[in-house]
Every structure is written in C-alpha cells, then in structure tokens.
C-alpha cells in the first residue's frame, strides 16, 4: 500500500486553465504538506496542514488553494496557471506537527507542465 | 536565519569506492539535520537525521554522516558506492519552532561508473 498517494503524477495544461492535484495519506499522520521543486531541483515548502488547519503558508500567490477535507487527504488547487507554475509538486506527511525532529514522508510528486 | 549549503552540484564515483557528500548548514539554534534521498522520478527518502544525541549517525543502505559543529559541517559519506546509490542528494535542516518545516539544500546529484 502506498503510504503517500498523489494524482495525477502527470499533468499537462494550458495557461490560463484551472487545475487541482490530490493527496493522500494513509499513515495516520497529522500534519501534511505541499513542497515545490523547479526546475533546477530546488525545493522549497508551500503550505502545511495540520488536522485540517493551516499552520505553515509561505508567500504563494493567492492563485494556490490547498484544501483539507480531512486530515488524510491535502489538495491543492491553482488557478489561471501561469508559465512558472510549471514545477514538480510534492505532498508529504508527518507524524507530530512542529516537531523539527520528525521525518517526512513524500509522495512520488506531481508533475506539471503549462504551455 | 537557517540555510544549508551543498558544496557540489554533481559528484561522481566509480563503484566500490567511497562516496563524500559535503554539506555546511547555518543555524543559529542547535538544528536537526536531515540527509533526504531522490531517486529519478521519485519522492524524497530520509537516509538519515541528526538530532542532538550522538554526532555519528548512520542512515539506510550503510550511509552515514558526521554533525560538526565546530565546522558546522554534515557532510554524508558510504564507504563503497552501488550503482543503486546513482540518485539526488539532499541535506536538509529542520528549524525549531517552524511548524516542522524543512529547509532544504541546492541537492546534489550523484553518478556512479561501473
């Protein structure tokens, strides 16, 4: 069983469009994730959700909505996509939220290309 | 402000022959340090993570890192590199007080020559 489920791993679109990628968990895990890798590999946090609730939202155009319906499954919502947004979206769990000692767990990533 | 440096972008090796990962972090806390592994077209897996008990830590599949602090160092080593170890290396600091938010380094990607 797949502990970090995300879809789709693969998606492709034209700017301007809307576009949603899910995540989902079954670790049990409190606290999720949403991480952005570019191009060059770089990857850096977008937001954090723990129980539902959002505690980590790092300077993301308003355009990116990540809801939690639940506190297994993260989406994340972009709208009027622009070139830039082209990157590999990452969602990850933790066990224990703000614990700096914690491990993540990643899912396989979800690739999007705008053209 | 917490940062980590990844001394090389690229880093290649013959197999059977040691491996060196280098990383410098800056942290004005003692950090939790994290070396994260990506295999091409997939997510990221913890190798191994240091949190302020014992400065040698070993990780998964005989990789292990040594904190300096007087260095401020965490440089990632295996004593005999496998074809399966081609991949993109992260290190990786955890700052406290940030809601678990890693903070991640440039990466750097290792070959493997038969």
């Known amino acids: 069983d797949t502990a970090v489920s995300q879809t789709p791993k693969y998606l492709v679109t034209q700017m301007g469009n809307d576009k949603s990628i899910k995540c989902e968990q079954n670790l049990g895990h409190d606290t999720m994730y949403w991480y952005k890798q570019d191009s060059k590999k770089f990857l850096k946090i977008m937001f954090s959700y723990n129980n539902k609730e959002l505690i980590i939202n790092e300077t993301v155009p308003n355009r990116f909505s990540p809801k939690s319906p639940d506190k297994a499954h993260l989406n994340l919502h972009i709208n009027s996509l622009e070139l830039g947004d082209s990157a590999v979206y990452f969602c990850?769990?933790?066990?224990?939220?703000?614990?700096?000692?914690?491990?993540?767990?990643f899912g396989e990533g979800s690739r999007l290309t705008v053209l | 402000a917490q940062s980590v440096t990844q001394l090389d972008s690229h880093v290649s090796v013959s197999e059977g022959t040691p491996v060196l990962l280098r990383c410098n972090y800056s942290?004005?806390?003692?950090?939790?340090l994290f070396w994260y592994v990506q295999h091409p077209n997939k997510g990221l897996q913890l190798l191994l993570k240091y949190t302020s008990a014992a400065t040698l830590v070993k990780g998964i599949n005989g990789f292990e890192a040594e904190f300096k602090k007087s260095e401020t160092s965490f440089h990632l080593t295996k004593p005999s590199a496998h074809m399966s170890d081609a991949a993109e290396y992260f290190c990786v600091v955890s700052p406290p007080s940030q809601g678990g938010k890693l903070i991640f380094g440039q990466g750097t990607e290792l070959s493997v020559k038969p």
């Open positions: 942290s004005s806390y003692s950090p939790s």
């Open positions: 990850a769990s933790s066990q224990v939220a703000g614990d700096p000692t914690g491990e993540l767990f």
